[in-house]
Nanobody
Framework: VQLVESGGGLVQTGGSLRLSCAHSGFTFDDYAIAWFRQAPGKEREGVACIRVDDGEENYIDSVKGRFTISSDNAKNTVYLQMNSLRPEDTGVYYC????????????????????WGKGTLVTVSS
């Protein structure tokens, strides 16, 4: 499985960005993809996840109502639309998946996940 993130950048507080995670190589249909982020000096944290087969979504509390995860199965791409960005949203954003990951919840550090992209940097200026 390959995962490639794009769409990061520098944005002011209150601005928006849309991240993309282009994926390939899945040999089964019932997979889920998660977005994680890691701020400088902080532990990696889950942000949102989606089950590609049924569209089930989950978010951490701090991004609910601001971020939306979606999947375009025809393009093999998962998106993270981020609105009303805050300085605390700054970090490197990674998409990830694993054969056993079912997106029951978005919380977690992602330890043990098998597949990761290289990340895309999001910087929100105050």
């Amino acid at each position: 499985v390959q995962l490639v993130e794009s769409g990061g950048g520098l944005v002011q507080t209150g601005g928006s960005l849309r991240l993309s995670c282009a994926h390939s190589g899945f040999t089964f249909d019932d997979y889920a993809i998660a977005w994680f982020r890691q701020a400088p000096g902080k532990e990696r944290e889950g942000v949102a996840c989606i089950r590609v087969d049924d569209g089930e979504e989950n978010y951490i509390d701090s991004v609910k109502g601001r971020f939306t995860i979606s999947s375009d199965n025809a393009k093999n791409t998962v998106y993270l639309q981020m609105n009303s960005l805050r300085p605390e949203d700054t970090g490197v954003y990674y998409c990830s998946s694993d054969p056993l990951f079912a997106c029951i919840a978005a919380e977690g550090t992602g330890d043990g996940m098998d597949w990761w992209g290289k990340g895309t940097l999001v910087t929100v200026s105050s």
